[in-house]
Structure formats: structure tokens, C-alpha cells
């Protein structure tokens, strides 16, 4: 799934209630563009979420996005090690919950245009 949009990094930070991690050389302002769940198409300034299911887990796909030019990604709080240098946003409730509440977020916010 792959949704285009625009907003500021802070804002999606504040908007979700997450935990940047390693994203010290993320702007503020800079601005995430879009997002996906599928690493075979992210774009530069994409948000990555790594969904988990019975039979994947995209946090083992979460170097490949940044890799490929994702800004983030969102995450499991607790499943990748304080030291680790990948750009993230943890979240107690997961990925999952962290998606729908940002296409909430993102919806309202277009309904007020």
C-alpha cells in the first residue's frame, strides 16, 4: 500500500505520539512526501511502516527502505537496539495502529482544506 501526501517531520512525530530514534539528521521541517508498506516502492522522502503478519515482518525490510531513500520508519517500540542507526519512529501500540491513526490524522486534515 502507497499513499502520497506532505507533511513535516515534526508534525508527523507530534501527530503520532512517537519516539524518534536515530533521526537527529532529519530536519524538522524536511518534509515526508509519502508512505508505504512495500519496500519495492519507496521513494525518496517516503515513510516506511513495517507491518508484521502471520508470515512477514517488515522490520526486516526496515534497512532496505532506508536504504532506497524512505526518511523513516515506523515501528515496534523495543525491536531494534538503542544503538541501532536506522532512522525510526517507535510506537508502543505498532506499526499497524501507528498507520490507521496517521490516515486518520491525514484525512481530517484534508477534510479542513
Known amino acids: 500500500m502507497t499513499g502520497r501526501f506532505c507533511i513535516s517531520f515534526d508534525a ?3 501527530a503520532l505520539l512517537a519516539k524518534p530514534c536515530s533521526c537527529e539528521a532529519i530536519q524538522s521541517e524536511s518534509l515526508v512526501t509519502g508512505i508505504t508498506t512495500d519496500t ?3 521513494k525518496l ?3 516506511f511502516v513495517a507491518l508484521e ?3 512477514f515482518n517488515g522490520h526486516d525490510f526496515v534497512a532496505e527502505a532506508i536504504a532506497k531513500g524512505a526518511i523513516a520508519a515506523i515501528v515496534r517500540e523495543g525491536v531494534f537496539p538503542a544503538e541501532s542507526v ?3 519512529l517507535e510506537t508502543a501500540c505498532g506499526p499497524l495502529l501507528a498507520y490507521l491513526f496517521l490516515a486518520a490524522f ?3 486534515q484534508l477534510a479542513d482544506l
Open 53 to 55: 503478519g502471520e508470515t
Open 106 to 108: 491525514l484525512t481530517n
Open 12 to 14: 508527523l512525530v507530534s
Open 45 to 47: 522522502g517516503d515513510l
Open 86 to 88: 536506522l532512522p525510526r
Open 40 to 42: 519495492r516502492q519507496v
